[in-house]
């Protein structure tokens, strides 16, 4: 077991939680009292900051948990689906012959962009709110392709070996168009155009589709250019940065069952973040009611984002209505590769002025995002490549952030886990650790000059809006905990060097912030009813993608109804059997979902002190819930939860079902926040480097449950850790991609981690469920910063490029000794 | 054609194309429990033993099998009774999507047999064929570690084996299962 403070013993309280923050509290006075002064008191809790159990593992590891694959035997008619897909990157469509698939044995459909069954409609596959901040620029089956892996064609067959054979037989004829693959010369007037203006509605802010823009954005808070022009030149400094696709490298690829019922209600079960939006975005493209659609999650074998997008399922469904069967489609990894869903590769410029104090004065970013064929999450993403990393330094008076979203002949880019944050925090913080370096500032003590406080007021995170509804204060901020723990464990003070001449060793460190959810753009609801013995059916909308959401969940209501988690059947993530929710992304389902199962559970515990007040005859107020019952502090009188639920649903003269609802949404999205350290040792001949050991400090408010908190930072890590030292797709100069599965793309093994030590910061959020923020997205954000720092440490030269290879720092360290 | 083996302890007859690998067929037998992950032997989520083994049943013909005895996730223990080593993953918190876990748990359960107390770097090597992507793989590593003490006798296993911390007296980083780093 993880065990960061070495002996356990010490820090234990009673209840079994490690109290980390007493402990330190005598390091940093300030930090810790005005957290503990929010802080509920430890004793308090009965179900919180505790490892409860993940409330699917025990069906997990004896191989019971059923993902949509799993859910075929439901269906004893159940075709299988394969898509055809584009062999081009840039051109239209002439003909597709299907004749010799549909004459195959076994094949129940061909279905091509000209069928009845496939909407002729622009739509947007990402799974966001209505209307999306995403452009329509897709159809179902297209016929204008835009990257090798566009769909143009699919089969459903009685299995999927018959669909993939036939789906070799159909022949696809194209009328081919120069690509444009550089996202560089993207909007140079003689480009090849990749969208006709007609084709796509919905067209977001900045879009210029002349020059294959999707969008242009920009905002300021002060005079950049003015501060600029009145510092001193040598204490301006500018970089630039690059960053690679990544994928997401979901363990369950895409996998989609879609069928309709004897009800003749069209229903899925579909591996999926984003249920209600999926419904909803069936129901527009396939012009149904909403009622008349119903989207199941079952357990999915993860999403990071590639599964907050409706990517496979109307192509199930328009071959489910021309097979007149069910339908199961299955992505294989060698499409996961090429054909779904990536990380959007991006370059920076970030530029800072900086007092002779130590004080930034303007920080100046720009980003180019490259979209790839379509523009789902095009514009956002890059929206927050500036929004969650210059938070980081609320105090700086004059911040300017702009960003291109280009369109290029390459696989499009979408969320992934970070969201634009990872490609944001490489630059700007190897940046200030630049800035801090060559104004001979120690580059930790810059950041915490500089960076945010509690109380801070921060107008960053909304400067690309208008007005001050989204300006955020800062209540809750243990980053200088994080950054002196993170110091201490890492060994920041005491590197030592390694006798071999050509060894040297560095520690690189990098802030890192996120959100908790969208700020004003977010829904979670929840229904609690109680049965009669007691437990409790919570009804929630909230998505687990296999974080443990459903369990923390469980925590929140088992702690305001006073009842054991055990007592809490979860159902969720059903658009026919649960509350609506927006789904599993931008950080939000614990901030979010979890904060509406609180308001619910309030709602039931209510009553409960209701039918405890008749039957223990005392005022309502005088009453509590806790250990499974009822009870009077007062007069040591109780009754259990059990005896309430026989009463309240058989009682003589009054029954009543005690019910609780919640529904929450805010303009607020407090940022976790964290330290990425990382020690490094770098051959100077060679440029091969080895990471030592990768520390992570985090503030995510009350960890809910420490272990899974743990889980989601070891997790991001492993992804933050690939994305900087191994990650990226490689293509050729028709746009056809080399990178087609795990054997050619890097995503590290057990035996590619360096040491990992994880620390939990306790703050105390005030706006967050028992204090809690969030924590999935911040620890993607900290490894390819701190890693550029550690090798700037070390060997005094900058790598502003990912991967970080050794040619890379060889090439680096070329240039400085030439 | 028809496949004779021995799975999980019982002799068993599955229909089959030659074409088919072991994966198809175990899944489409109702053994779900090993995953879909690549088709190419690359990512480990397929994992069962084959003749104590640990293989890939997704690149492995099922002609290949015929007359071998094939242990899967199913042939472990249940919800309430689990194997040592599947307790050691719940109690660790060594799972999060779980797509890879019934993989990484035979593949574990091949290494221990073989190497009962396998050091952090055999247990790393052992497994470097087995990707996941949520857990960072180090309560993974923890878990089998972990597990080697348990079937051991080297430390105290979980009543029930695979409590959470709620039900017992002593948290899990304050069992002995704790020192394996």
Redesign the interface.
Known sequence: MSDPEGSASENERPDGHRAEEAVETDAFPGESEEGESDRTPGEEREHLTEDVEKDDARKIVTGEARYTADYRDRFPDLAAGKVIRSDIAHGYVEAVDASEAEAMDGVYAVVTPWDDVVPDKAYSSSGQSYPEPSPWDMRVLREHVRFVGDPVAAVAARDAETADRAARKVTVEYEELEPVLDPERATDPDAPRIFDPDEVENKQSGADYERNLESRFEGEIGDVERAFERADDDRVVETEWETPYQSHCVPEPHTTIAYTDEDDRHSFITATQVPFHTRRQIAHLFDVPVRDVRVTKPRIGAGFGAKQEMAIEPIAFALHLAAERPVKLEMSRREEFYALRFRHPMRMRMKTAVSDDGRIEAMDLYTLSNAGAYGTHGMTVANNVGTKPLPLYPRVPNVRFEGDVVHTNLPMGAAMRGYGAPQGHFAVESHMDEVARRLDLDPVEFRERNAVREGDVDRSVAILKDGDRFTREIRSCGLRECIERGKEAIGYDETEQPDEDRLYRGVGMALLAQGSGVAGRELGAVRIRMNEDGSFHLQVGGVDTGTGADTMFGQIAAEVLGCHPDDIVVIASDTDLTPFDYGAYASSTTYISGEAVKEAAEEARERLLHWGAKMLDEPADRLATGGGEVYSEATGESVTLEDVGYEATYGHDEREQVLGDGSHSTDESPPPYGAQFVDVTVDEETGEYEINEMVFAADCGVAINPALVEGQIEGGEHMSLEYATSGGLEFDDEGNPEVLGFRQYGMPRTTDHPPMETIIVETHEPTGPFGAKSIAELPTNGVPPALSNAIRDAVGVRVTELPITADDVRAALDERDR | MQIELELNGRQRTFDA?K?DVLLDVL?RN???????????G??G?CTVRIDGDPRMSCVTPVAKVDGASVE???G????ND?HPI??A??D??A????????GM?MRSKALLEENPDPTETE???A????????????????AVL?AADRMNGDAPMAADG?????DCE??????G??D??
């Open positions: 194309a074409s899944r109702g053994y779900t429990g090993p995953k879909r992950g690549c088709d190419t690359a990512c989520f899967t996730i199913e472990l223990g249940d919800q689990l599947q307790a993953f719940v660790n918190s799972l999060q999507c779980g797509f890879c876990i019934p748990i247990v790393r090597e497994l470097s064929d087995n990707l996941c992507r949520c857990t960072g793989y180090k309560k993974i590593v923890e972990d695979g409590a959470g911390a709620v002593a948290p899990p980083w304050s069992q299962g704790g394996t780093e």
